[in-house]
């Protein structure tokens, strides 16, 4: 039991205070031993306080905290007035101290501040290599580059890097030891199609790293390149076929890449829109549209020669090209004629005339196509006539084009359209007219259809129309005239036949509400019309 003394007032003898039983007092006299720090360590003495509680203190227990950190704790025994605080950062510390007996915990101590020295590594072993890259783009038949990265040295330089290269089924490796300096090595005596492992590891004075091992790795090289190219025109495209490559040299082929000539100099590139074809019997081939080719970087033009270089790609890398190809020029369809006219000629026939076109495409016209429209017609219709390429001109009988569907009567203007060829395509021309001329009759021949049918009243039930004497009745007269009747979507009614002189007509007992076409033919002793043109109603 710890207790104080004092000397009384009167100066008579020595009196004495203990401690209540209980808890101990605070320990006191909490010091740094500055003669014990290290460099990630530090010690602390203290003292019981004045008071064990009038029982023995058991334990005492330090507690020590970095800034902003949870408080860490030592126990230490009763008997022992110091502690060791280890695994140290280089920061502050507060450290207090708890005395305890059996009773329980004192108080904390006062606090104290200590500040650790600078932690100093301590030299090791280097970390191992890191980053293992095989360089395949720079493989020859027989050797590869391989290289690594390295992140630290232990605390001591590294002095050498050691090498092993494992090829699949041997147990013994081939050896390299290199200078710390280097960072990669070249590979050699390698068979293309086997299987590669290599280990790295660091050396230093302290000793060697763990090995680094990389992943497997088949040894092969760029693939030989392609052979037999070809260069075919196909209209509007050009078509680039080849044989793939005799080898991939032990990387599979992922595709070919196909180089095409520019226009303005011996410069080659690569086509993004050459999509592969896989033909079978390791052929391939792929289409190139001429607008691409007119394009940037290639600026070919019609009546250009194409020619195409392939190259094999695996993952090594690209093969050297292939030979050129032969020629394929581009062609286009031709432009198209000009300054299209119709005018009459001697016999009254349709003569169409027309300039032919400033450019044939790069590819020989091969002739021309005429289509016939008079005011009268819906559209362009073809005649039967096809002029040469030499020819800029066509006469058309009137006589073919006066029936359907053109209905080529007195006053109609006749237009026409002239279309060139070549292998590649066509060109159609801009209409041209200015022919308008009177039909000339035959004789002896069936009349013509009927013309100009007008309605003239509509009711619920009946139709009344008009129309005009067909313009040549082949010199004999109109002995009657046939009305045909159809309703939409139904059968044609019989037909009416009707003698009156008098150009008009009733039809009755129609149904409301349906749509019917109405066309007339005329007879003669020659024979009949064909029909008229439709009137719907």
Not at 229 to 236: A, C, F, L, P, R
Not at 281 to 299: G, H, I, M, Q, T
Not at 385 to 404: G, H
């Amino acid at each position: 039991m710890i207790g104080t003394s004092s000397l009384s007032d009167e100066g008579e003898g020595t009196t004495f205070t203990t401690c209540p039983n209980g808890v101990p007092d605070a320990p006191v006299a909490v010091e740094h031993m500055k003669d014990f720090r290290t460099q990630t360590s530090f010690k602390v003495s203290f003292e019981e306080g004045n008071c064990d509680g009038n029982f023995a203190v058991e334990s005492f227990r330090v507690h020590y905290k970095r800034a902003n950190e949870d408080e860490q704790t030592m126990l230490v025994d009763g008997s022992v007035h110091y502690a060791e605080i280890t695994g140290l950062e280089k920061d502050s510390y507060q450290v207090r101290v708890v005395a305890n007996n059996k009773e329980g915990a004192s108080k904390y101590s006062r606090s104290i501040t200590i500040a650790a020295p600078l932690r100093t590594s301590t030299a090791t072993v280097p970390p191992a290599p890191q980053d293992i890259v095989f360089h395949a783009e720079d493989a020859t038949e027989t050797s590869m580059v391989v290289s690594w990265s390295q992140d630290g040295n232990g605390g001591s330089p590294i002095t050498n890097y050691m090498i092993e290269v494992f090829k699949a089924g041997d147990n013994v490796p081939a050896e390299y030891e290199i200078d710390a300096s280097m960072m990669e090595k070249t590979l050699e005596d390698l068979e293309i199609g086997e299987t590669y492992t290599v280990s790295i590891c660091a050396k230093n004075a302290e000793g060697d790293s763990e090995k680094a091992i990389s992943e497997d790795i088949v040894f092969a090289n760029r693939p030989d390149a392609p052979t037999d190219v070809e260069t075919i025109n196909d209209g509007d495209a050009i078509i680039i076929s080849w044989t793939g490559s005799d080898s991939d040299n032990g990387a599979e082929i992922t595709g070919y890449e196909v180089h095409i000539n520019q226009h303005f100099n011996h410069q080659w590139s690569s086509s993004d829109e050459c999509e592969v074809q896989d033909e079978g019997a390791d052929n391939f081939s792929c289409r190139v549209s001429v607008e691409s080719l007119k394009a940037l970087p290639f600026s070919l033009t019609v009546g250009d020669k194409v020619k195409a270089k392939v190259v094999a790609i695996n993952r090594i890398g690209a093969s050297d090209e292939s030979e050129e190809s032969g020629e394929a020029k581009i062609m286009a369809a031709p432009a198209e004629p000009t300054l299209v006219a119709t005018s009459l000629n001697a016999e009254n026939n349709v003569h169409v005339s027309f300039i032919p076109p400033t450019s044939n495409g790069g590819s020989p016209i091969s002739g021309y196509r005429v289509f016939i429209k008079t005011e009268v017609s819906d559209d362009y219709e073809e005649v039967e006539s096809f002029i040469r390429a030499s020819d800029s001109y066509v006469d058309i009988s009137s006589l073919l084009i006066k029936n359907d569907p053109w209905h080529l009567r007195e006053g109609t203007e006749v237009f026409a359209k002239v279309v060139a060829v070549n292998e590649v395509g066509e060109a159609t021309s801009a209409p041209g007219g200015g022919a308008f001329f009177t039909i000339p009759c035959e004789i002896n021949v069936a009349p013509d259809a009927p013309v100009d049918l007008l309605e003239q009243t509509v009711t619920a039930r009946a139709i009344t129309f008009t129309w005009s004497e067909p313009k040549c009745d082949g010199g004999l007269p109109i002995q009657s005239y046939f009305v045909h009747v159809e309703r939409f979507g139904d059968q044609a009614l019989p037909d009416d036949i009707y003698s009156d002189d008098v150009k008009e007509f009733t039809i009755e007992n129609l149904k409301p509400a349906s749509t019917y076409s109405i066309r007339l033919s005329a007879r003669t002793m020659n024979g009949r019309s064909p029909q008229s043109v439709a009137l719907s109603v």
